[in-house]
């Protein structure tokens, strides 16, 4: 089965057709996430840049800090990393997405 999360391409025309049924019943559409949004994709591309940063930053963190608490920058840019991995959390639970048939799954 070929992988729909990153093709714009591979929506048919069925799978349109379910998401604006869903749109027309649920009030709730507006939380959801479509795979294939360039929305999606922009927020899937920074969360691996924060990913790779993440080995890079906490390995020397490691390595080289004094141990104790961290000096403030270090602290702020940690807390900024940590808040983007929660929020990442926030949309995948709302992320539509495709089950082993190939449907696409709307509903939570």
């Known amino acids: 089965m070929p992988n729909k999360v990153f093709s714009t391409f591979n929506v048919t025309e069925s799978d349109r057709e379910r998401i604006e049924k869903y749109k027309q019943s649920h009030y709730s ?3 959801l996430i479509l795979p294939w949004g360039w929305g999606y994709k922009s927020w899937w591309g920074f969360t691996v840049f924060a990913a790779a940063f993440t080995i890079f930053f906490e390995t020397y963190q490691i390595a ?4 104790g608490l961290s000096k403030s920058g270090d602290i702020i840019l940690e807390y900024i990393l940590l808040a983007v991995f929660s929020l990442d959390i926030l949309i995948n639970f709302n992320l539509a997405y495709y089950n082993d048939n190939g449907n696409i799954i709307l509903e939570r």
Do not use: M, V, Y
Not at 64 to 67: E, R, Y
């Open 29 to 31: 559409h507006l939380l």
């Open 64 to 67: 080289f800090s004094s141990g």
